[in-house]
């Protein structure tokens, strides 16, 4: 009698779930979304805002959601990003969307968030709270990309000179990693030098500059992006033969590497992140909020630029911008596929 | 006429508390989901950590002195919490207990060699960064358990960190406000040729000061970590001169001795407060800091219109 009970009840239950599921395919309309990001000081950083600026407006105005407000705190610190998360708790957003200042240190905010009912996503900057979603980017293979390259077009291999980004941060290691990496898998290349450009081009070239007197020939420079540009600089201002440098999707790394095409047909190739990947998880929010089945790791794609493409990338690049995409919902779909 | 005004004393260090009221409000009218247990616990539990570093910055400021180190200090200590402490607790403690021998030790060089303590300090803060990036190269690290379970700790009534600042803040001000050696340690700051005089040793002062500054580093550190749940070389460089600002905005002054610690823990509630405020408010991130320098303008103005009504 009582099990009989039971199952009348567990089969209520049942169906009662499968119409919530249905339900909540529908619509998110009334959902919010907000971003949180945490630096906005160099072109990177701006052509990501402009990109989630362009098309939340649009969504928003379609009635995919009702708002995707973004946040930008103002000197890059966790505790001000924690802080920041934690105000979006109390002003009843639906999903965060996060590039985070930290991987760690922002989790007992995130998961604040995540026990208050709302979702998370990270991108670019991920955080490694269990609770929330990540958009990673594979940024080891980022930088073995270009010893690939390298390889292909130098097989005797020679001197390289390795400019890498901002001290202490992941995205650092993890590119460096990657350039060793390739590096130990090629032993006819070998890195001379190592200087820190911090992802601008004009410490880049002080750098380079710097260390520059110091070293042998230098067949290649291998990069982290906005950095190609400066160290072509300096090469060019030391008066030493323009090694292979690769690029970093720059507009000013691009239009260099164009001129110098035209005029000499230097070859390279630039490699980046497409700061419209705050677009990519701006769908993935809304997926996510639809009720989708979204695995927690997402892989995206770096976008590429090579020697036959580099005309209509660059012309498709503002001045002082990055090269960019901006992702559809179709592209977030295929990602969460993981096609 | 002037005697129905309250004296411009009881003002000035009704200030702080009335910044803060005026704050809160703004926040409940722009937020009412703000004013509940869940909200103010969200708005405000980041504000311990910065309480403490704004104790530790005001005992500098009490004998005549101004600590640039702190944010990095207590990184520094945030990172030994999230490894150490958690992995070989005794260790952990020990290297703390280290932290607050060091910044006594700090002091003591301060007055003996008539260092100017700004370049001191500023030069041990990257002493801290550097060391904090030794323990931990990557961000990363555990907060332990204990810690963690404090922070998150829900009391009945209010939040935590309310009973939590109420009560340092009370014990803070017997000990330097009321207590005969308080009042020493102030006048170390204030006039340190007649307490000398008066038979004190300017030393001792000058490094029990210093040691309770290390001291309340050590708690901003691992509360922060509680709440962060882990760590980052560059986790509290902001604290820095939130610090100084919590103290000033408190009712402080940097010439020493004229010190309220109620006033600087409110003053770090302030700080806090109005980092929320603003982003209610939807401003955006440029003028943000600009927008958090005009409060503290404001509160500053009004102080020394107080002063000037004091003065006539």
Redesign the interface.
Same mark, same amino acid.
Request: hydrophobic fraction near 50%.
């Given at each position: 009698m009582i099990r009989s009970k039971l199952k009348v009840l567990s089969l209520g239950v049942a169906i009662g779930l499968t119409a919530w599921s249905q339900m909540a395919v529908a619509d998110t309309s009334d959902k919010k979304i907000a971003l949180s990001n945490n630096y906005?000081g160099n072109s990177w950083r701006q052509a990501m805002l402009n990109s989630w600026e362009k098309i939340t407006s649009q969504a928003v105005k379609d009635g995919i959601v009702s708002s995707a407000?973004a =946040?930008?705190?103002?000197?890059n610190?966790?505790?001000?990003q924690?802080?920041?998360i934690? &105000?979006m708790?109390?002003?009843?957003y639906d999903a965060i969307v996060i590039n985070a200042?930290?991987?760690?240190?922002? &989790?007992?905010?995130v998961?604040?968030a995540c026990s208050?009912g709302i979702k998370v996503i990270s991108f670019d900057g991920i955080v490694t709270a269990p609770c929330a979603w990540r958009i990673a980017i594979d940024f080891k293979q980022m930088g073995k990309e270009q010893l690939i390259y390298l390889a292909k077009h130098m097989p005797d291999g020679g001197n390289l000179l390795e400019i890498r980004g901002l001290a202490?941060v =992941?995205v650092d290691?993890e590119i460096s990693a990657g350039i060793h990496e390739g590096v130990a898998e090629n032993p006819q290349f070998k890195i001379v030098g190592s200087v820190h450009g911090d992802w601008a081009q004009d410490v880049a070239q002080k750098a380079v500059a710097g260390i520059l007197p110091s070293l042998p020939e230098i067949t290649g420079v291998v990069t982290q992006g906005g950095d190609g540009y400066g160290a072509a600089q300096a090469f060019k201002a030391a008066d030493r033969p323009t090694p292979l440098i690769i690029m970093g999707n720059r507009q000013d790394e691009l239009k260099w590497w164009k001129e110098q095409k035209d005029a000499n047909g230097y070859k390279t190739m630039s490699v980046s992140i497409a700061p419209g990947v705050s677009t990519l998880a701006f769908w993935v929010a809304q997926q996510i909020l639809d009720g989708a089945d979204v695995p927690k790791e997402l892989v995206v794609p770096f976008l590429r630029v090579d020697q036959d493409d580099l005309e209509e990338k660059l012309a498709g690049t503002e001045v002082g911008s990055v090269a960019n995409v901006e992702y559809s919902l179709d592209d977030a779909k295929k990602v969460i596929a993981g096609e | 006429m002037s005697t129905f005004l309250p004296s411009p004393r009881l003002l000035r260090s009704l200030l702080p508390a009335f910044s803060l009221t005026v704050i809160l409000i703004a926040i409940f009218y722009l937020?009412p989901?703000?004013m509940s247990y869940?909200?103010l616990n969200?708005?405000l +539990?980041?504000a311990l950590?910065?309480a403490f570093a704004t104790l530790a910055q005001m005992c500098v400021i009490t004998v005549n002195d101004l600590d640039l180190g702190i944010g990095a200090f207590v990184g520094f200590v945030a990172c030994v919490g999230a490894t150490w402490l958690n992995e070989a607790p005794l260790l952990g403690a020990a290297v703390l207990l280290l932290c607050i021998l060091a910044y006594a030790a700090l002091g003591a060089l301060i007055h003996l060699r008539n260092l100017p303590s700004i370049v001191v300090t500023l030069g041990m803060s990257f002493f801290w960064l550097g060391l904090a990036?030794l323990v931990l190269?990557?961000?990363?690290?555990k907060a332990p358990d204990w810690v963690r379970a404090a922070m998150t700790f829900k009391a009945p009534g209010l939040p935590a960190t309310i009973y939590a600042s109420a009560l340092v803040a009370f014990v803070v001000h017997l000990a330097l406000m009321r207590s005969s050696y308080g009042t020493v340690l102030r006048g170390v700051g204030g006039n340190p040729r007649s307490v000398a005089r008066a038979g004190w040793s300017i030393l001792k002062a000058k490094m029990t000061m210093y040691a309770l500054a290390g001291f309340f580093g050590v708690l901003s550190g691992i509360s922060?970590i509680?709440?962060?749940?882990?760590?980052?070389? +560059?986790?509290?460089?902001?604290?820095t001169l939130l610090s100084i600002a919590g103290v000033i905005l408190g009712g402080g002054e940097f010439v020493g001795g004229r010190i309220s610690p109620v006033g600087a823990v409110l003053g770090a509630m302030t700080l806090?407060l109005a980092?929320?405020f603003l982003?209610?408010l939807?401003i955006s991130?440029?003028w943000?800091?600009g927008a958090q320098g005009a409060i503290l303008i404001i509160v500053l103005a009004l102080r020394v219109v107080i002063n000037r009504t004091g003065a006539k």
């Amino acid at each position: 009698m009582i099990r009989s009970k039971l199952k009348v009840l567990s089969l209520g239950v049942a169906i009662g779930l499968t119409a919530w599921s249905q339900m909540a395919v529908a619509d998110t309309s009334d959902k919010k979304i907000a971003l949180s990001n945490n630096y906005a000081g160099n072109s990177w950083r701006q052509a990501m805002l402009n990109s989630w600026e362009k098309i939340t407006s649009q969504a928003v105005k379609d009635g995919i959601v009702s708002s995707a407000d973004a =946040f930008t705190t103002a000197e890059n610190q966790v505790t001000e990003q924690a802080a920041q998360i934690q &105000n979006m708790i109390l002003q009843g957003y639906d999903a965060i969307v996060i590039n985070a200042a930290s991987p760690d240190a922002l &989790n007992g905010a995130v998961e604040e968030a995540c026990s208050a009912g709302i979702k998370v996503i990270s991108f670019d900057g991920i955080v490694t709270a269990p609770c929330a979603w990540r958009i990673a980017i594979d940024f080891k293979q980022m930088g073995k990309e270009q010893l690939i390259y390298l390889a292909k077009h130098m097989p005797d291999g020679g001197n390289l000179l390795e400019i890498r980004g901002l001290a202490g941060v =992941f995205v650092d290691d993890e590119i460096s990693a990657g350039i060793h990496e390739g590096v130990a898998e090629n032993p006819q290349f070998k890195i001379v030098g190592s200087v820190h450009g911090d992802w601008a081009q004009d410490v880049a070239q002080k750098a380079v500059a710097g260390i520059l007197p110091s070293l042998p020939e230098i067949t290649g420079v291998v990069t982290q992006g906005g950095d190609g540009y400066g160290a072509a600089q300096a090469f060019k201002a030391a008066d030493r033969p323009t090694p292979l440098i690769i690029m970093g999707n720059r507009q000013d790394e691009l239009k260099w590497w164009k001129e110098q095409k035209d005029a000499n047909g230097y070859k390279t190739m630039s490699v980046s992140i497409a700061p419209g990947v705050s677009t990519l998880a701006f769908w993935v929010a809304q997926q996510i909020l639809d009720g989708a089945d979204v695995p927690k790791e997402l892989v995206v794609p770096f976008l590429r630029v090579d020697q036959d493409d580099l005309e209509e990338k660059l012309a498709g690049t503002e001045v002082g911008s990055v090269a960019n995409v901006e992702y559809s919902l179709d592209d977030a779909k295929k990602v969460i596929a993981g096609e | 006429m002037s005697t129905f005004l309250p004296s411009p004393r009881l003002l000035r260090s009704l200030l702080p508390a009335f910044s803060l009221t005026v704050i809160l409000i703004a926040i409940f009218y722009l937020q009412p989901r703000a004013m509940s247990y869940f909200g103010l616990n969200l708005l405000l +539990n980041l504000a311990l950590p910065i309480a403490f570093a704004t104790l530790a910055q005001m005992c500098v400021i009490t004998v005549n002195d101004l600590d640039l180190g702190i944010g990095a200090f207590v990184g520094f200590v945030a990172c030994v919490g999230a490894t150490w402490l958690n992995e070989a607790p005794l260790l952990g403690a020990a290297v703390l207990l280290l932290c607050i021998l060091a910044y006594a030790a700090l002091g003591a060089l301060i007055h003996l060699r008539n260092l100017p303590s700004i370049v001191v300090t500023l030069g041990m803060s990257f002493f801290w960064l550097g060391l904090a990036l030794l323990v931990l190269p990557t961000p990363g690290g555990k907060a332990p358990d204990w810690v963690r379970a404090a922070m998150t700790f829900k009391a009945p009534g209010l939040p935590a960190t309310i009973y939590a600042s109420a009560l340092v803040a009370f014990v803070v001000h017997l000990a330097l406000m009321r207590s005969s050696y308080g009042t020493v340690l102030r006048g170390v700051g204030g006039n340190p040729r007649s307490v000398a005089r008066a038979g004190w040793s300017i030393l001792k002062a000058k490094m029990t000061m210093y040691a309770l500054a290390g001291f309340f580093g050590v708690l901003s550190g691992i509360s922060l970590i509680g709440l962060t749940t882990s760590a980052d070389a +560059n986790i509290a460089l902001r604290y820095t001169l939130l610090s100084i600002a919590g103290v000033i905005l408190g009712g402080g002054e940097f010439v020493g001795g004229r010190i309220s610690p109620v006033g600087a823990v409110l003053g770090a509630m302030t700080l806090t407060l109005a980092g929320s405020f603003l982003s209610f408010l939807k401003i955006s991130p440029d003028w943000q800091i600009g927008a958090q320098g005009a409060i503290l303008i404001i509160v500053l103005a009004l102080r020394v219109v107080i002063n000037r009504t004091g003065a006539k």
